[in-house]
T-cell receptor
């Protein structure tokens, strides 16, 4: 079983839709949960990270962590064509410890 | 300046060539990383430098040779590569960590093709 599972998509939504991106994991030691956005032919860009359980909001983006279910989500409100990218989740047990990336979900927002 | 720059953007090389990839950051980060990313796959960690010293080598073949000349620069020297080494090579930097810092800043990558 992989440490981190992420549905690769592709996911296609109309502009203005709410997008939900998800990852599941098996290692209960994970404490840090990151979301990266990667545009085609570019490097990943850290969107946000959370520590332990709970929600974190930044503009149109909300990250949620449910450690009891080993499930994390990234919600994008009022999605825009510029949000079209691959979204990677990543996790780590301790700060400075090994990262485990998901395989990424490809998102297209149609104008 | 929150940018990590990488040169060249694209590189095509033969299996007998020697080439180098370059990465630069001016954020004062003392940890720098090389990753390899194949199409539709997540980045795979290759090397970590912490305070200009190699701290992690993820069993990378010796045809890849990293170098950290100073705290702002990271090079990856390539020699006798194989076609399966074709990939996007990403550089990243962060504050120092035991292994991988949480807030890593990635460069745009060098797309390498080995013929």
């Amino acid at each position: 079983q992989k440490e981190v599972e992420q549905d690769p998509g592709p996911l296609s939504v109309p502009e203005g839709a709410i997008v939900s991106l998800n990852c599941t994991y098996s290692n209960s030691a994970f404490q840090y949960f990151m979301w990266y956005r990667q545009y085609s032919r570019k490097g990943p860009e850290l969107l946000m990270y959370t520590y332990s359980s709970g929600n974190k909001e930044d503009g149109r983006f909300t990250a949620q962590v449910d450690k009891s279910s080993k499930y994390i989500s990234l919600f994008i409100r009022d999605s825009q064509p510029s949000d079209s990218a691959t979204y990677l989740c990543a996790m780590s047990a301790f700060t400075g410890n090994q990262f485990y990336f998901g395989t990424g979900t490809s998102l297209t927002v149609i104008p | 300046d929150t940018e990590v720059t990488q040169t060249p953007k694209h590189l095509v090389m033969g299996m007998t060539n020697k080439k180098s990839l370059k990465c630069e950051q001016h954020m004062g980060h003392r940890a720098m990383y090389w990753y390899k990313q194949k199409a539709k796959k997540p980045p795979e960690l290759m090397f970590v430098y912490s305070y200009e010293k190699l701290s992690i080598n993820e069993s990378v073949p010796s045809r890849f040779s990293p170098e950290c000349p100073n705290s702002s620069l990271l090079n990856l020297h390539l020699h006798a590569l194989q076609p399966e080494d074709s990939a996007l090579y990403l550089c990243a930097s962060s504050q120092p960590a035991r292994r991988q810092g949480i807030e890593q800043f990635f460069g745009p990558g060098t797309r390498l093709t080995v013929l």
